[in-house]
């Protein structure tokens, strides 16, 4: 922080700090090909995980946990039991997008140093827990915020993180030895990477392509695109993607 | 970010832009108490729904929509939707922690210029979607991190957000005009605040405290908390911690 302080305008301070924040946002991506084998230093690991630890929930319960895996033989277990669900869901596409899908790459699980399974547990602060009575599930919400944040703060060091979800639950329960009341919510692979692509991998790959956010956005009532407030808005919403597509990461 | 390119070191530009979104992680808070009526104009709101919307998805599913709300003929039904709810889970709670709950001011729906609904679409994609065929929730996930974006995109432009949970779910549904088939999963009051507590409110209150990071890292195998290469990083978390009780943000 003692660099940032040596900018003596408050105004500019602002400025920079929230230029870093959305250039940090627009440029993460969920990476699974550029991995390097480089060490990642405790020093960087500790940091990452102070961040997704900072991250709200509800009732303050922090329902997470952290299970950090080295273990090229754990590792090995978990790509395993990843390339059997990877064949399943294959099944579910049709001809041409079903040899798409088995083209790309899905994961990093050996090449990435690091492994990170981010976990929930229910019953972490009792049975009851203040915002939770009217939906349970928002202890998995939680858990899901700290995953977002441990992935921007690996983006902020130069680390890249991809998210795996092609698992049996049940396996990756069985491999890493967790209780069947603790749910895996997230696995990520962490490690340095050769480059961080421009576009998230799976619209460069033609996949699926990006929504314009207009078209999600709605006013006072859901279905409701327009309303006496809302030209600025989407007109606002139209340039920002405009400049987006001209190169530009943030206003 | 011309600012930034100003600065010719890339070393410290990278230091200061890690710093930021440190600074931003670690101040984040989840405002109820502090906001003020000042409007949020149409660039800052725009900015921090395209934060939201460059989440990750799986499957690149972009599942979200994002009902803003500032109609407070709408806030004023949703606020009551908040009443009749806190009433419910009031009674969960026993005796002191009853009263205690009952004195807490738990959302700022009315007081925030802005409500936002961030809805997850279980249909987006069609019936297949890649990397959700094994946990059909992770659709959820996306929505929730969106949420985070969406989250520090706001506090980088100095905004504050509480995320309000107490509300039957089919209430939110129908005084908001959402399908049955679609989720709301977050109720997000947004606005400028007078000032940002050093912690979280729920903390500061008493309620409960934070938990101690090395307590919930473990290594290479579930209720592993050591192994030959945990010292330094469990160490370095210890260190943090304690700059952090005096006063230090990041490291």
Chains 1, 2 share one sequence.
Not at 66 to 87: M, N, Y
Not at 113 to 136: E, F, K, M, S, W
Not at 141 to 153: E, F, G, M, R
Request: charged share 25%; aromatic share 8%.
């Amino acid at each position: 922080m003692e660099r940032a302080a040596e900018l003596t305008d408050p105004v500019d301070r602002f400025e920079q700090a929230r230029a870093a924040v959305y250039q940090n946002i627009f440029t993460r991506r969920d990476v699974r090909s550029q991995f390097l084998p480089d060490q990642v230093s405790d020093v960087v690991l500790s940091r990452v995980l102070m961040a997704a630890h900072h991250a709200p929930s509800v009732g303050f319960m922090q329902p997470w946990n952290f299970l950090v895996i080295r273990s090229k033989a754990v590792r090995q277990r978990v790509h395993a039991a990843f390339l059997l669900a990877r064949a399943e869901e294959a099944t579910k596409f049709d001809n041409e997008k079903e040899e798409q899908y088995r083209r790309l790459k899905l994961e990093g699980i050996l090449e990435a140093p690091i492994n990170i399974c981010v976990t929930c547990d229910h019953g972490r602060a009792g049975p009851a827990v203040l915002g939770r009575t009217h939906n349970p599930a928002t202890d998995i919400y939680s858990t899901v915020c700290a995953v977002q944040n441990l992935w921007l703060a690996a983006r902020a060091e130069g680390l890249g993180v991809g998210w795996v979800s092609i698992f049996r639950t049940a396996a990756l329960q069985n491999i890493l030895g967790i209780p069947t009341n603790i749910s895996p919510i997230a696995y990520l692979c962490v490690g340095y990477v050769s480059h961080f692509l421009d576009k998230p991998e799976l619209e460069l790959a033609g996949w699926r392509s990006r929504t314009p956010l207009e078209k999600l956005v709605f006013f006072d009532q859901w279905g409701q695109d327009h309303c006496e407030w809302s030209d600025g808005v989407v007109q606002r919403i139209r340039h920002i993607q405009e400049r987006e597509r001209q190169g530009a990461i943030a206003e």
